[in-house]
Protein backbone atom coordinates (compact mmCIF):
# COMPACT_ATOMS: atom_id res chain seq x y z
CA UNK A 1 0.00 0.00 0.00
CA UNK A 2 0.96 3.43 -1.11
CA UNK A 3 1.63 6.29 1.85
CA UNK A 4 3.00 9.50 2.66
CA UNK A 5 5.85 10.02 5.14
CA UNK A 6 6.37 13.58 6.56
CA UNK A 7 9.92 14.38 6.33
CA UNK A 8 9.16 17.98 7.86
CA UNK A 9 5.43 18.70 9.04
CA UNK A 10 6.40 22.83 8.18
CA UNK A 11 3.68 25.64 9.62
CA UNK A 12 0.55 23.83 9.85
CA UNK A 13 -0.02 21.19 7.76
CA UNK A 14 -3.64 19.52 8.17
CA UNK A 15 -5.81 17.09 6.31
CA UNK A 16 -8.60 18.87 5.03
CA UNK A 17 -11.88 18.15 2.66
CA UNK A 18 -15.10 20.16 2.26
CA UNK A 19 -16.18 20.26 5.91
CA UNK A 20 -18.06 18.57 8.31
CA UNK A 21 -21.71 20.03 8.13
CA UNK A 22 -24.93 19.55 10.07
CA UNK A 23 -22.84 19.81 13.43
CA UNK A 24 -22.97 23.81 14.31
CA UNK A 25 -25.66 23.74 16.56
CA UNK A 26 -23.81 20.91 18.62
CA UNK A 27 -20.93 23.53 18.83
CA UNK A 28 -18.81 21.98 15.96
CA UNK A 29 -17.65 24.27 13.16
CA UNK A 30 -17.52 23.48 9.56
CA UNK A 31 -13.86 22.89 9.57
CA UNK A 32 -12.84 21.79 5.99
CA UNK A 33 -10.22 23.31 3.27
CA UNK A 34 -10.19 27.06 3.39
CA UNK A 35 -9.97 27.62 -0.46
CA UNK A 36 -12.92 24.99 -1.03
CA UNK A 37 -12.21 25.97 -4.84
CA UNK A 38 -8.26 25.06 -5.12
CA UNK A 39 -8.96 21.69 -3.02
CA UNK A 40 -11.28 20.47 -5.61
CA UNK A 41 -9.54 21.21 -8.45
CA UNK A 42 -6.63 19.24 -6.99
CA UNK A 43 -8.66 16.28 -6.02
CA UNK A 44 -10.63 16.42 -9.74
CA UNK A 45 -7.10 16.35 -11.23
CA UNK A 46 -6.22 13.30 -10.13
CA UNK A 47 -9.28 11.60 -10.63
CA UNK A 48 -11.05 11.93 -7.18
CA UNK A 49 -14.48 12.74 -5.68
CA UNK A 50 -14.29 16.87 -5.27
CA UNK A 51 -15.09 16.54 -1.78
CA UNK A 52 -12.10 13.80 -0.73
CA UNK A 53 -9.58 14.99 1.54
CA UNK A 54 -6.20 16.34 0.76
CA UNK A 55 -3.52 17.89 2.67
CA UNK A 56 -3.65 21.65 3.29
CA UNK A 57 0.34 22.87 3.84
CA UNK A 58 -0.09 26.54 4.86
CA UNK A 59 3.25 28.35 4.03
CA UNK A 60 6.73 26.84 3.00
CA UNK A 61 8.25 24.29 4.68
CA UNK A 62 6.49 20.95 4.03
CA UNK A 63 8.10 18.12 3.24
CA UNK A 64 7.60 14.78 2.54
CA UNK A 65 8.76 11.08 0.95
CA UNK A 66 6.31 8.89 -0.95
CA UNK A 67 6.41 5.04 -0.68
CA UNK A 68 4.69 3.39 -3.88
CA UNK A 69 3.01 4.97 -6.83
CA UNK A 70 0.39 7.31 -7.14
CA UNK A 71 -0.53 10.63 -8.77
CA UNK A 72 -0.54 13.63 -7.03
CA UNK A 73 -1.63 17.29 -7.77
CA UNK A 74 -0.86 20.70 -6.04
CA UNK A 75 -3.22 23.36 -6.38
CA UNK A 76 -3.74 27.15 -4.49
CA UNK A 77 -0.81 28.98 -3.39
CA UNK A 78 2.51 28.48 -5.42
CA UNK A 79 5.06 27.42 -2.60
CA UNK A 80 7.78 26.67 -5.12
CA UNK A 81 6.87 22.89 -4.79
CA UNK A 82 9.94 20.14 -5.93
CA UNK A 83 9.76 16.64 -6.84
CA UNK A 84 13.42 15.26 -6.50
CA UNK A 85 14.65 19.21 -6.67
CA UNK A 86 12.66 19.46 -10.09
CA UNK A 87 10.48 22.47 -10.36
CA UNK A 88 7.10 21.10 -9.96
CA UNK A 89 3.68 23.31 -11.70
CA UNK A 90 1.02 23.79 -9.64
CA UNK A 91 -2.38 23.12 -11.24
CA UNK A 92 -1.27 19.88 -12.58
CA UNK A 93 -1.02 16.67 -12.08
CA UNK A 94 2.27 14.09 -11.30
CA UNK A 95 2.98 10.64 -11.65
CA UNK A 96 5.03 9.52 -8.14
CA UNK A 97 6.95 6.76 -7.93
CA UNK A 98 8.79 5.04 -5.09
CA UNK A 99 11.40 7.27 -2.90
CA UNK A 100 9.81 10.66 -4.66
CA UNK A 101 10.75 13.24 -2.11
CA UNK A 102 8.27 16.31 -2.61
CA UNK A 103 9.36 19.82 -0.95
CA UNK A 104 7.69 23.15 -0.59
CA UNK A 105 10.46 25.21 -1.15
CA UNK A 106 9.57 29.19 -0.63
CA UNK A 107 6.19 31.47 -0.95
CA UNK A 108 6.25 32.26 -4.30
CA UNK A 109 2.05 33.65 -4.04
CA UNK A 110 -0.71 32.99 -1.69
CA UNK A 111 -0.58 31.27 1.83
CA UNK A 112 -2.60 27.46 1.35
CA UNK A 113 -1.45 24.91 -1.11
CA UNK A 114 -3.38 21.63 -1.47
CA UNK A 115 -1.64 18.40 -2.32
CA UNK A 116 -4.20 15.91 -3.55
CA UNK A 117 -3.36 12.37 -3.75
CA UNK A 118 -5.00 9.61 -5.86
CA UNK A 119 -7.41 7.63 -4.30
CA UNK A 120 -7.16 10.00 -1.55
CA UNK A 121 -6.18 9.46 2.14
CA UNK A 122 -7.04 5.86 4.32
CA UNK A 123 -8.03 7.34 7.38
CA UNK A 124 -11.60 7.60 8.86
CA UNK A 125 -14.44 9.73 8.71
CA UNK A 126 -15.16 11.63 12.41
CA UNK A 127 -19.04 12.88 11.68
CA UNK A 128 -19.29 12.55 7.99
CA UNK A 129 -15.86 14.06 7.03
CA UNK A 130 -12.01 13.67 7.39
CA UNK A 131 -11.45 17.27 8.20
CA UNK A 132 -9.62 18.18 10.88
CA UNK A 133 -10.21 20.30 13.68
CA UNK A 134 -7.56 20.86 15.64
CA UNK A 135 -8.96 22.73 18.51
CA UNK A 136 -11.13 19.65 19.86
CA UNK A 137 -9.03 16.97 18.44
CA UNK A 138 -11.20 15.83 15.97
CA UNK A 139 -10.59 14.26 11.92
CA UNK A 140 -7.68 14.03 10.32
CA UNK A 141 -4.43 12.14 11.43
CA UNK A 142 -5.08 11.98 15.56
CA UNK A 143 -7.05 15.31 15.04
CA UNK A 144 -3.71 17.14 14.54
CA UNK A 145 -1.43 19.09 12.54
CA UNK A 146 1.58 16.61 10.66
CA UNK A 147 4.69 16.29 12.39
CA UNK A 148 8.07 14.88 11.26
CA UNK A 149 7.33 11.50 10.85
CA UNK A 150 4.20 11.06 10.34
CA UNK A 151 2.71 8.51 8.33
CA UNK A 152 -0.35 8.28 6.14
CA UNK A 153 -1.62 5.40 3.98
CA UNK A 154 -3.03 6.44 0.91
CA UNK A 155 -6.14 4.26 -0.10
CA UNK A 156 -4.91 1.20 -2.05
CA UNK A 157 -5.72 0.95 -5.75
CA UNK A 158 -5.26 -1.99 -7.88
CA UNK A 159 -5.59 0.05 -11.20
CA UNK A 160 -3.34 3.05 -11.31
CA UNK A 161 -4.86 5.49 -13.33
CA UNK A 162 -2.20 8.38 -14.85
CA UNK A 163 -4.26 11.33 -16.14
CA UNK A 164 -1.38 13.96 -16.77
CA UNK A 165 -3.61 17.09 -16.68
CA UNK A 166 -3.52 20.62 -16.32
CA UNK A 167 -6.57 22.98 -16.12
CA UNK A 168 -6.30 25.79 -19.06
CA UNK A 169 -4.76 28.88 -17.84
CA UNK A 170 -7.93 30.72 -18.43
CA UNK A 171 -9.49 28.24 -15.65
CA UNK A 172 -6.53 29.25 -12.72
CA UNK A 173 -8.33 31.46 -9.69
CA UNK A 174 -6.20 34.57 -9.61
CA UNK A 175 -6.29 35.31 -5.55
CA UNK A 176 -7.03 39.16 -4.85
CA UNK A 177 -7.02 41.12 -1.71
CA UNK A 178 -9.77 43.09 -2.31
CA UNK A 179 -13.02 40.84 -1.69
CA UNK A 180 -16.69 41.32 -1.82
CA UNK A 181 -18.83 41.64 0.94
CA UNK A 182 -22.65 41.56 1.41
CA UNK A 183 -24.13 43.98 4.08
CA UNK A 184 -25.72 42.31 7.19
CA UNK A 185 -26.68 40.72 9.13
CA UNK A 186 -26.41 43.66 11.57
CA UNK A 187 -24.84 46.61 9.43
CA UNK A 188 -27.71 48.68 10.73
CA UNK A 189 -25.85 48.94 13.86
CA UNK A 190 -23.28 51.27 12.24
CA UNK A 191 -23.88 54.40 11.13
CA UNK A 192 -23.36 55.73 7.24
CA UNK A 193 -19.97 57.32 8.29
CA UNK A 194 -18.37 53.89 9.72
CA UNK A 195 -19.91 51.38 7.10
CA UNK A 196 -18.17 54.14 4.23
CA UNK A 197 -14.51 54.52 6.38
CA UNK A 198 -14.62 50.46 6.82
CA UNK A 199 -15.46 50.46 2.77
CA UNK A 200 -12.33 52.71 1.86
CA UNK A 201 -10.25 51.50 4.24
CA UNK A 202 -7.11 48.95 4.10
CA UNK A 203 -6.72 46.97 6.73
CA UNK A 204 -3.75 43.93 7.73
CA UNK A 205 -3.93 41.06 8.92
CA UNK A 206 -2.06 40.58 11.87
CA UNK A 207 -0.14 37.57 13.41
CA UNK A 208 -3.08 36.19 15.17
CA UNK A 209 -4.70 35.07 12.00
CA UNK A 210 -5.46 31.62 11.83
CA UNK A 211 -7.80 29.03 10.58
CA UNK A 212 -10.20 30.27 13.03
CA UNK A 213 -10.28 33.82 11.91
CA UNK A 214 -8.43 36.56 10.37
CA UNK A 215 -7.88 39.58 13.20
CA UNK A 216 -7.73 42.67 11.34
CA UNK A 217 -5.58 46.13 12.46
CA UNK A 218 -6.58 49.21 10.38
CA UNK A 219 -9.03 52.19 11.23
CA UNK A 220 -10.94 51.23 13.84
CA UNK A 221 -15.05 50.79 13.38
CA UNK A 222 -17.46 52.24 16.66
CA UNK A 223 -20.79 50.76 16.36
CA UNK A 224 -23.61 52.89 17.36
CA UNK A 225 -24.07 54.08 20.88
CA UNK A 226 -20.68 52.39 21.35
CA UNK A 227 -22.81 49.29 21.85
CA UNK A 228 -20.71 45.98 20.26
CA UNK A 229 -22.21 43.02 22.30
CA UNK A 230 -25.42 41.50 21.30
CA UNK A 231 -27.29 38.58 22.14
CA UNK A 232 -25.28 35.44 20.59
CA UNK A 233 -26.20 34.09 17.34
CA UNK A 234 -24.73 31.98 14.70
CA UNK A 235 -21.66 32.13 13.00
CA UNK A 236 -20.32 31.42 9.53
CA UNK A 237 -17.47 31.57 7.26
CA UNK A 238 -16.69 35.07 6.23
CA UNK A 239 -19.02 36.94 9.12
CA UNK A 240 -17.12 40.25 9.75
CA UNK A 241 -17.62 40.79 13.63
CA UNK A 242 -16.47 44.05 15.16
CA UNK A 243 -15.95 43.96 19.21
CA UNK A 244 -15.98 46.62 21.56
CA UNK A 245 -11.96 47.37 20.26
CA UNK A 246 -12.98 48.24 16.58
CA UNK A 247 -10.97 46.01 14.66
CA UNK A 248 -12.42 43.55 12.99
CA UNK A 249 -12.35 39.80 12.40
CA UNK A 250 -13.04 37.87 9.81
CA UNK A 251 -14.70 34.01 10.43
CA UNK A 252 -12.82 31.48 9.34
CA UNK A 253 -13.33 27.61 8.53
CA UNK A 254 -12.79 26.59 12.41
CA UNK A 255 -15.11 29.97 13.59
CA UNK A 256 -16.15 29.55 16.68
CA UNK A 257 -20.36 28.83 15.99
CA UNK A 258 -22.01 31.30 18.25
CA UNK A 259 -20.70 34.88 18.96
CA UNK A 260 -21.81 37.93 20.76
CA UNK A 261 -20.74 40.92 18.44
CA UNK A 262 -21.92 42.87 16.09
CA UNK A 263 -21.29 41.77 12.53
CA UNK A 264 -20.71 44.76 9.88
CA UNK A 265 -21.05 42.61 6.56
CA UNK A 266 -19.97 39.46 5.50
CA UNK A 267 -17.75 37.99 2.43
CA UNK A 268 -19.31 36.49 -0.16
CA UNK A 269 -18.39 32.82 -0.43
CA UNK A 270 -16.84 33.41 -4.13
CA UNK A 271 -14.27 35.37 -2.71
CA UNK A 272 -13.49 32.13 0.62
CA UNK A 273 -10.50 31.71 -1.40
CA UNK A 274 -9.14 34.72 -1.79
CA UNK A 275 -8.94 35.14 1.65
CA UNK A 276 -7.45 31.69 2.30
CA UNK A 277 -4.63 33.04 0.21
CA UNK A 278 -3.58 35.68 2.61
CA UNK A 279 -1.35 35.94 5.06
CA UNK A 280 -0.59 37.92 8.46
CA UNK A 281 1.66 41.27 7.09
CA UNK A 282 -0.67 41.32 4.06
CA UNK A 283 -3.30 44.04 3.03
CA UNK A 284 -7.16 43.53 2.75
CA UNK A 285 -9.75 45.98 1.48
CA UNK A 286 -13.61 45.26 0.94
CA UNK A 287 -16.45 46.13 -1.55
CA UNK A 288 -19.93 45.75 -1.11
CA UNK A 289 -22.08 43.97 -3.38
CA UNK A 290 -25.67 42.92 -3.55
CA UNK A 291 -27.18 39.46 -2.63
CA UNK A 292 -27.75 39.29 -6.49
CA UNK A 293 -24.22 39.68 -7.37
CA UNK A 294 -23.03 37.24 -4.89
CA UNK A 295 -24.99 34.69 -6.09
CA UNK A 296 -24.25 34.74 -9.45
CA UNK A 297 -20.34 35.03 -8.57
CA UNK A 298 -20.95 31.44 -6.47
CA UNK A 299 -22.70 30.03 -9.39
CA UNK A 300 -20.22 31.42 -11.66
CA UNK A 301 -17.22 29.18 -9.38
CA UNK A 302 -19.78 25.94 -9.46
CA UNK A 303 -20.02 26.17 -12.94
CA UNK A 304 -16.24 26.55 -13.53
CA UNK A 305 -15.52 23.32 -11.58
CA UNK A 306 -18.37 21.53 -13.52
CA UNK A 307 -16.48 22.74 -17.23
CA UNK A 308 -13.02 21.42 -15.54
CA UNK A 309 -14.37 18.28 -14.63
CA UNK A 310 -16.18 17.20 -18.02
CA UNK A 311 -12.61 18.81 -19.42
CA UNK A 312 -10.61 16.31 -17.26
CA UNK A 313 -12.90 13.66 -18.08
CA UNK A 314 -12.54 13.88 -21.86
CA UNK A 315 -8.81 13.81 -21.63
CA UNK A 316 -7.03 10.45 -22.74
CA UNK A 317 -5.60 8.47 -19.57
CA UNK A 318 -3.22 6.24 -19.26
CA UNK A 319 -3.29 3.21 -17.23
CA UNK A 320 -0.69 0.92 -15.90
CA UNK A 321 -1.72 -2.43 -15.33
CA UNK A 322 1.21 -4.71 -13.88
CA UNK A 323 0.50 -8.45 -14.90
CA UNK A 324 2.83 -11.15 -13.45
CA UNK A 325 6.18 -9.23 -13.01
CA UNK A 326 5.46 -7.04 -16.31
CA UNK A 327 3.89 -3.32 -16.03
CA UNK A 328 1.83 -2.35 -18.86
CA UNK A 329 1.17 1.32 -20.26
CA UNK A 330 -2.02 1.55 -22.02
CA UNK A 331 -3.70 4.94 -22.77
CA UNK A 332 -7.33 5.22 -23.37
CA UNK A 333 -9.41 7.80 -24.63
CA UNK A 334 -13.16 8.43 -23.74
CA UNK A 335 -15.56 8.48 -26.71
CA UNK B 1 -44.75 43.16 23.50
CA UNK B 2 -45.14 42.41 19.84
CA UNK B 3 -43.62 38.85 18.88
CA UNK B 4 -40.83 39.28 16.32
CA UNK B 5 -39.89 37.49 13.26
CA UNK B 6 -37.46 38.86 11.08
CA UNK B 7 -35.45 37.05 8.17
CA UNK B 8 -32.34 38.99 7.42
CA UNK B 9 -30.12 38.17 4.94
CA UNK B 10 -26.60 36.95 6.43
CA UNK B 11 -23.77 36.31 3.64
CA UNK B 12 -25.11 34.78 0.62
CA UNK B 13 -25.48 31.42 2.85
CA UNK B 14 -27.14 32.11 5.39
CA UNK B 15 -30.68 33.42 6.26
CA UNK B 16 -30.92 35.25 10.07
CA UNK B 17 -33.87 34.70 11.75
CA UNK B 18 -34.26 36.99 14.31
CA UNK B 19 -36.99 36.43 17.34
CA UNK B 20 -38.05 38.55 20.45
CA UNK B 21 -34.38 40.54 21.60
CA UNK B 22 -33.74 38.90 24.95
CA UNK B 23 -32.77 36.15 26.92
CA UNK B 24 -36.24 34.26 27.70
CA UNK B 25 -37.13 30.60 27.78
CA UNK B 26 -40.17 31.63 25.88
CA UNK B 27 -38.06 32.94 23.08
CA UNK B 28 -35.56 30.50 23.48
CA UNK B 29 -38.19 27.24 23.11
CA UNK B 30 -39.72 29.16 19.98
CA UNK B 31 -36.41 28.57 18.24
CA UNK B 32 -35.57 25.23 19.22
CA UNK B 33 -39.03 24.49 18.03
CA UNK B 34 -38.95 26.56 14.89
CA UNK B 35 -34.95 24.85 13.86
CA UNK B 36 -37.23 21.24 14.76
CA UNK B 37 -40.23 22.34 12.24
CA UNK B 38 -37.43 23.04 9.75
CA UNK B 39 -35.04 19.71 9.78
CA UNK B 40 -38.55 18.12 9.46
CA UNK B 41 -39.20 19.70 6.11
CA UNK B 42 -36.36 18.70 4.68
CA UNK B 43 -36.41 21.67 2.42
CA UNK B 44 -33.80 20.59 -0.32
CA UNK B 45 -30.92 23.60 -0.14
CA UNK B 46 -31.22 24.01 3.34
CA UNK B 47 -27.81 22.22 4.88
CA UNK B 48 -28.30 22.86 9.03
CA UNK B 49 -29.36 25.26 11.22
CA UNK B 50 -28.10 27.03 14.77
CA UNK B 51 -29.98 27.89 17.62
CA UNK B 52 -28.85 30.80 19.59
CA UNK B 53 -30.75 32.49 22.18
CA UNK B 54 -33.28 34.42 20.68
CA UNK B 55 -32.34 33.66 16.79
CA UNK B 56 -32.01 30.79 14.55
CA UNK B 57 -29.20 30.87 11.23
CA UNK B 58 -30.62 28.86 8.66
CA UNK B 59 -27.66 28.00 5.96
CA UNK B 60 -28.47 26.85 2.43
CA UNK B 61 -26.69 26.26 -0.54
CA UNK B 62 -27.00 28.80 -3.04
CA UNK B 63 -26.93 26.55 -6.11
CA UNK B 64 -30.47 25.01 -4.92
CA UNK B 65 -32.11 27.29 -3.58
CA UNK B 66 -32.06 31.37 -3.40
CA UNK B 67 -33.01 34.01 -0.36
CA UNK B 68 -36.51 35.19 -1.04
CA UNK B 69 -37.65 31.23 -1.94
CA UNK B 70 -36.26 30.55 1.61
CA UNK B 71 -37.94 33.97 3.13
CA UNK B 72 -41.03 32.77 1.87
CA UNK B 73 -40.94 28.93 2.93
CA UNK B 74 -40.04 30.43 6.04
CA UNK B 75 -42.66 32.79 6.93
CA UNK B 76 -45.06 30.22 5.53
CA UNK B 77 -44.04 27.32 8.35
CA UNK B 78 -43.94 30.43 11.15
CA UNK B 79 -47.37 31.14 10.52
CA UNK B 80 -48.53 27.03 10.87
CA UNK B 81 -46.19 26.09 13.37
CA UNK B 82 -46.29 27.19 17.28
CA UNK B 83 -48.80 24.75 18.28
CA UNK B 84 -46.72 22.05 17.29
CA UNK B 85 -45.04 20.38 20.42
CA UNK B 86 -41.49 19.40 19.34
CA UNK B 87 -40.04 16.50 21.22
CA UNK B 88 -37.05 17.02 23.67
CA UNK B 89 -35.32 15.06 26.49
CA UNK B 90 -35.59 15.82 30.15
CA UNK B 91 -32.30 14.73 31.46
CA UNK B 92 -30.84 14.50 35.13
CA UNK B 93 -27.09 15.33 35.18
CA UNK B 94 -25.54 13.81 37.93
CA UNK B 95 -22.88 16.27 40.04
CA UNK B 96 -20.28 16.75 42.42
CA UNK B 97 -20.32 19.67 44.02
CA UNK B 98 -17.68 21.43 46.05
CA UNK B 99 -14.52 20.34 46.62
CA UNK B 100 -11.68 19.99 43.92
CA UNK B 101 -14.20 19.60 41.61
CA UNK B 102 -16.29 22.92 42.33
CA UNK B 103 -13.13 24.85 43.41
CA UNK B 104 -15.33 28.59 43.04
CA UNK B 105 -18.48 26.57 45.02
CA UNK B 106 -16.95 28.54 48.52
CA UNK B 107 -16.72 31.62 46.35
CA UNK B 108 -20.14 32.07 45.00
CA UNK B 109 -21.50 30.96 48.73
CA UNK B 110 -19.65 34.02 50.26
CA UNK B 111 -20.09 36.12 47.52
CA UNK B 112 -23.84 35.78 48.62
CA UNK B 113 -23.55 35.39 52.20
CA UNK B 114 -25.03 32.31 52.18
CA UNK B 115 -24.16 28.06 52.80
CA UNK B 116 -22.22 26.29 50.95
CA UNK B 117 -25.27 23.79 51.32
CA UNK B 118 -27.32 26.75 50.54
CA UNK B 119 -26.15 27.28 46.87
CA UNK B 120 -26.46 23.46 46.33
CA UNK B 121 -29.94 23.19 46.95
CA UNK B 122 -30.96 26.48 44.62
CA UNK B 123 -28.91 24.96 41.76
CA UNK B 124 -29.81 21.59 42.10
CA UNK B 125 -33.69 22.20 42.75
CA UNK B 126 -34.25 24.34 39.07
CA UNK B 127 -35.34 22.92 35.63
CA UNK B 128 -33.19 24.73 33.14
CA UNK B 129 -33.22 25.09 29.37
CA UNK B 130 -30.51 24.15 27.21
CA UNK B 131 -30.60 27.50 25.42
CA UNK B 132 -27.59 26.96 23.22
CA UNK B 133 -24.59 25.04 22.12
CA UNK B 134 -21.50 26.83 21.52
CA UNK B 135 -18.35 28.18 22.42
CA UNK B 136 -16.81 23.96 22.28
CA UNK B 137 -18.20 21.48 21.02
CA UNK B 138 -21.52 20.43 23.23
CA UNK B 139 -20.66 23.38 25.86
CA UNK B 140 -24.37 23.96 27.23
CA UNK B 141 -25.77 27.02 27.92
CA UNK B 142 -28.58 26.72 30.51
CA UNK B 143 -31.21 29.27 31.16
CA UNK B 144 -33.21 29.19 34.33
CA UNK B 145 -30.93 29.31 37.26
CA UNK B 146 -32.04 31.76 40.10
CA UNK B 147 -30.34 34.86 40.47
CA UNK B 148 -29.78 34.34 43.99
CA UNK B 149 -26.93 32.63 43.07
CA UNK B 150 -25.95 34.58 40.02
CA UNK B 151 -22.26 35.54 40.17
CA UNK B 152 -19.64 37.29 38.37
CA UNK B 153 -17.30 35.33 35.78
CA UNK B 154 -13.41 34.94 37.21
CA UNK B 155 -11.58 38.33 35.93
CA UNK B 156 -9.00 36.25 34.22
CA UNK B 157 -10.25 32.89 32.71
CA UNK B 158 -8.68 29.52 33.86
CA UNK B 159 -5.84 28.12 30.97
CA UNK B 160 -7.47 25.28 31.31
CA UNK B 161 -11.29 23.59 32.81
CA UNK B 162 -11.40 19.52 33.64
CA UNK B 163 -14.49 18.12 31.28
CA UNK B 164 -17.94 18.14 32.91
CA UNK B 165 -17.33 20.63 34.93
CA UNK B 166 -20.22 22.97 36.01
CA UNK B 167 -20.09 26.27 35.85
CA UNK B 168 -21.54 29.99 37.00
CA UNK B 169 -20.70 33.05 34.58
CA UNK B 170 -23.08 35.55 35.61
CA UNK B 171 -27.28 34.56 35.63
CA UNK B 172 -26.56 31.58 33.66
CA UNK B 173 -25.23 27.98 34.59
CA UNK B 174 -23.28 26.11 32.03
CA UNK B 175 -21.47 22.83 31.51
CA UNK B 176 -17.94 22.24 30.36
CA UNK B 177 -17.81 19.13 27.43
CA UNK B 178 -14.43 19.19 26.58
CA UNK B 179 -11.70 20.11 28.40
CA UNK B 180 -10.95 23.81 27.34
CA UNK B 181 -9.63 27.41 28.79
CA UNK B 182 -12.86 28.84 30.60
CA UNK B 183 -13.85 31.96 32.96
CA UNK B 184 -17.04 30.82 34.60
CA UNK B 185 -17.18 30.34 38.63
CA UNK B 186 -16.74 26.22 38.86
CA UNK B 187 -19.17 24.59 41.22
CA UNK B 188 -19.33 20.84 40.73
CA UNK B 189 -18.21 18.71 38.07
CA UNK B 190 -20.62 15.42 36.43
CA UNK B 191 -19.25 12.03 35.84
CA UNK B 192 -21.29 11.62 32.50
CA UNK B 193 -19.32 12.17 29.15
CA UNK B 194 -21.15 14.54 27.32
CA UNK B 195 -19.38 14.51 23.76
CA UNK B 196 -18.18 11.79 21.67
CA UNK B 197 -17.81 11.62 18.35
CA UNK B 198 -18.83 8.33 17.66
CA UNK B 199 -21.90 8.59 18.44
CA UNK B 200 -24.68 11.06 16.11
CA UNK B 201 -25.42 12.95 17.72
CA UNK B 202 -22.24 13.77 19.64
CA UNK B 203 -23.45 15.72 22.20
CA UNK B 204 -25.41 14.48 25.48
CA UNK B 205 -27.20 17.69 25.57
CA UNK B 206 -29.22 19.15 22.58
CA UNK B 207 -30.30 22.72 21.86
CA UNK B 208 -33.99 22.77 23.08
CA UNK B 209 -33.70 20.00 26.39
CA UNK B 210 -34.74 20.46 29.68
CA UNK B 211 -31.68 19.83 32.61
CA UNK B 212 -32.02 18.86 36.01
CA UNK B 213 -28.96 18.48 38.38
CA UNK B 214 -28.93 15.87 40.85
CA UNK B 215 -26.25 16.15 43.97
CA UNK B 216 -24.11 12.87 44.15
CA UNK B 217 -21.02 11.71 46.46
CA UNK B 218 -17.51 11.46 46.02
CA UNK B 219 -17.97 7.62 45.81
CA UNK B 220 -21.09 7.63 43.00
CA UNK B 221 -18.90 10.21 41.12
CA UNK B 222 -15.82 7.73 41.07
CA UNK B 223 -18.66 4.84 40.40
CA UNK B 224 -20.22 6.51 37.72
CA UNK B 225 -17.35 7.89 35.69
CA UNK B 226 -15.31 4.07 35.88
CA UNK B 227 -18.96 3.38 33.90
CA UNK B 228 -18.19 4.91 30.67
CA UNK B 229 -14.41 4.97 30.93
CA UNK B 230 -14.21 1.08 30.78
Known amino acids: ?335 | MRKQFECVPYGDTAVLVNFTNKIDPKVNSAVHSFSAVISNEKIEGIVETIPAYSSLTIIYDPKLIDFSTIVEKLNKLHTQCGKQTSHFSSIKIPILYGGEYGPDLHFVAKYHHISIEEVIKIHASAEYLVYMIGFTPGFAYLGGMSEKIATPRLESPRKSVPAGSVGIGDKQTGIYSIESPGGWRIIGRTPLELFNTKKDPPTLLKPGDKVRFVPISKKEYEQQLKKWQN
Open chain 1, 1 to 335: MAKLIVKSGGLFTTIQDLGRYGYQKYGIPPSGAMDGFALQVSNLLVGNKRNESALEITSAGFSAIFEGECEIAITGADLSATLNGKMMMPWQSFHIQDGDILKFEKIKSGFRAYLSVSGGFDIPKILGSKSTYVRAKIGGHYGRKLRNGDEIALKSKNLLVFHGTKIPSHMIPTYSNHVRVVLGPESDRFSKTEIEKFFSSTYRLTAQSDRMGYRLNGPTLRAKDGKHDILSNGMIIGAIQVPPDGNPIVMMSDHPTVGGYVKISTVISADIPSLAQLKPGDKLSFEHVTLGEARKAYLHMQKTLDLLETHIKKKPKVFFIKIGEKLYKVKVRAR
